[in-house]
């Protein structure tokens, strides 16, 4: 493969030229050189005991044999399948522990480096916790939230707070299959007991277990995440900043900021811009100090303070290619290993910061919520002290593209509505009247086996020239935001003429960045707003709505994708899928879903197919609506015009 088959991002397709000369390898050669094993690839490798591992591979036209235990290939598939769900549901589920740890060190006065940022969003939470809280200070309030947030992790009996936000037809169809999660942790923990050897052996309540197992993901670990973290760190609002390696500054000291929990990057940021840092850098000949990020903590920096995107999960490497990258300050999940030795033959240090995720051959300097804003200087510091040794090789590519992030929930319906009156009104009204025809949630990773963000960027432009709004998360986003699809000028080429108006009368782009992974519960959120909102059906499965995750490559993602679909959504994988190689398991999962969830999964390699599949679905919930016909155009009159420029 040529460099520029690697990805459809010019700044990594020179960076790798680079690489190859100073021969470097990176994630791209090493997928190159390693053959996925295919028996492991297609779920049907067991290797959960001594007395195998077993390979369950059929002959030509005969049954594929057993496990030494006697599991069928059934069995096999779904177990792995349960385990990647649980695994994914568990890196959520920690992220939002975290946080939840760090409210109530902030509540019991613990910390003085954090502060509840938003107030009405912690009351909003209180409320939906049915915490007390007339007459009550606002520490006392976030001490009972912080609780019985980290309560929903260890409880053992009734039902996650959270599924209550669920619309209610989609609360009852959960609880009548039975796949309500009681705890987060209990759930996960049921996983792995489930797939130890010689437990549960009915492929099908292994599945309903992943299902169970998801939606305390999606509606438990990950809505955690999300809200607590708006409370400690602000809620998005649209903010204006930068993508790709142009973002690094060759005359500042360079910081990136890489991994998914915001707790330390947040004080990095609050350090970087403190003045003694400042005149230290200044003193060693950098004209400041330049925090740019990579993966979801860079998503949570941005959406939350217009911190500028160095690039997503394939860039990591590439990132350290430049030599002008004086530190790299990573915490939990899509950290590769190789970041030391890179940053060993160019520039900069790479710093482990969580007990839980050590690199060997990096510095590790621990970061807890007691002596966060410390911590974070004495990195700051070392960066600087970086800075003064770099040599002058360092050469940043020339692409940095300027979009628009910061679409939560709660901004969306105040662009919609105004602020009086937030609501989803308008956009449910322009779904009926046909301008928009529907809307995509697009997500997840990149992965070295395809083009990065080339399936990614075909399939949103797709979606948008047909009039699908897209809403996206995580390294997604990140691609779109390179492609220029979140710039509003740029993206509204692409859209098609009904997006494309109402996105121009409200002033927002035809791709919503919402930010990281976790917040794909922002997601959940705004479609259940939808449906409240009243007429697009009664359950988030009648919504003209569809999912993807062209690129993905986590259990993270796997993870997501099973409560997108648990919840309504019709989803659709690229890349791969990790149950091919079982029929049964796959034509569960791409069809009797549907039957118990009206909504199921599909694989779709490529993104025009899946774009047609997508928009397929959306027609079909549009027909069943009875708005099919309203796709006709209508020519907007004044009041419509006013109506959406009241904002
Ligand atoms: Ni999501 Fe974020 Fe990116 Fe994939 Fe990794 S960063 S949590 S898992 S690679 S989207």
Request: with cysteine; hydrophobic share 45%; proline share 4%.
């Amino acid at each position: 493969m040529s460099q520029s088959n690697y990805s459809a991002d010019p700044a990594v397709v020179e960076m790798l030229e680079r690489a190859k000369k100073d021969g470097v390898m990176t994630a791209f050669d090493r997928a190159e050189a390693m053959r996925p094993c295919p028996i492991g690839r297609d779920g049907i490798c067991c290797k959960l005991c001594a007395m195998g591992p077993c390979r369950l591979v059929a002959r030509k036209g005969e049954e594929p044999p057993r496990g030494v235990c006697g599991a069928t290939q059934d069995t096999v598939v779904a177990r792995n399948y349960l385990r990647i769900v649980a695994a994914g549901c568990a890196a959520h589920a920690d992220h939002g522990r975290a946080a939840a740890r760090l409210l109530l060190a902030v509540a019991n006065g613990e910390t003085r480096d954090y502060q509840i940022k938003d107030e009405m969003k912690l009351v909003k939470l209180a409320m939906d916790f049915g915490v007390e809280i007339s007459g009550r200070n606002i520490e006392d309030i976030a001490r009972d939230v912080a609780k019985i947030a980290l309560e929903e992790y260890g409880k053992q009996e009734g039902e996650l707070l959270f599924i209550k936000r669920a619309p209610l037809r989609r609360q009852q169809l959960w609880r009548e299959l039975g796949v309500v999660p009681r705890g987060i942790d209990r759930e996960i923990t049921e996983a792995l007991h489930r797939t130890h050897m010689g437990t549960d052996q009915d492929y099908e309540n292994l599945l309903l277990h992943a299902v169970r197992v998801a939606l305390a993901d999606g509606w438990g670990g990950s809505m955690l995440a999300t809200e607590i973290q708006d409370v400690l760190f602000g809620t998005p609002y649209p903010t204006v900043s930068q993508v790709n390696l142009g973002v690094l500054k060759p005359d500042h000291v360079n910081i990136i900021v890489h991994g998914h929990e915001p707790l330390l990057s947040e004080m990095v940021v609050l350090a970087s811009r403190e003045q003694r840092l400042v005149e230290l850098a200044r003193s060693k000949g950098a004209k400041g100090i330049n925090i740019a990020g990579i993966c979801c903590t860079a998503n949570e920096v941005l959406m939350r303070h217009g911190i500028p995107l160095a690039g997503n999960f394939l860039q990591q490497e590439v990132a350290l290619l430049t030599g002008v990258v004086d530190a790299m300050v990573v915490d939990v999940q899509c950290v590769m290993q190789s970041l030391p030795e890179i940053a060993e033959c160019y520039h900069g240090r790479i710093i482990t910061t969580s007990p839980k995720a050590k690199i060997s051959g990096a510095t590790h300097i621990e970061f807890n919520e007691h002596n966060a804003l410390e911590s974070a200087r004495k990195l700051i510091e070392i960066a600087i002290e970086e800075f003064a040794k770099r040599g002058g090789n360092g050469y940043v590519p020339n692409y940095a593209v300027d979009f628009v992030a910061g679409f939560s929930h709660e901004t969306i319906t105040y662009l919609l509505g105004g602020l009086f009156r937030a609501s989803y009104r308008p956009l449910n009204d322009n779904i009926i009247n046909g301008r928009i025809r529907g809307v995509a949630g697009v997500v997840g990773c990149n992965n070295p086996r395809v083009t990065q963000d080339s399936a990614i960027v075909t399939l949103v432009k797709e979606l948008i020239k047909n009039d699908v709004l897209v809403l996206e998360t995580g390294c997604a986003a990140m691609a779109c935001a390179k492609a220029g699809l979140m710039n509003p000028d740029e993206a509204l080429r692409y859209a098609g003429d009904g997006l494309g108006e109402v996105c121009e009368a409200v002033g927002i782009p035809p791709v919503l960045h919402m930010g990281s992974c976790v917040d794909n519960s922002r997601i959940l959120i705004a479609a259940t707003a939808m449906v409240k909102e009243g007429g697009l059906g009664d359950d988030i499965s009648d919504l003209p709505a569809a999912g993807a995750a062209p690129e993905w490559m986590s259990e993270k993602a796997i993870a997501i994708g099973m409560y997108f679909v648990a919840s309504g959504v019709f989803t659709v994988f690229g890349v791969h899928y990790p149950t091919l190689g079982n029929e049964t398991v796959s034509n569960w999962l791409f069809s009797d879903m549907e039957k118990l969830f009206k909504a199921k999964w599909a694989f779709e390699p490529d993104p025009e197919e899946m774009a047609k599949l997508m928009i397929k679905h959306i027609d079909e919930r549009r027909k069943a609506l009875g708005i099919d016909k309203a796709r006709e155009r209508i020519l907007f009159d004044m009041a419509m015009r006013r109506q959406l420029e009241a904002v």
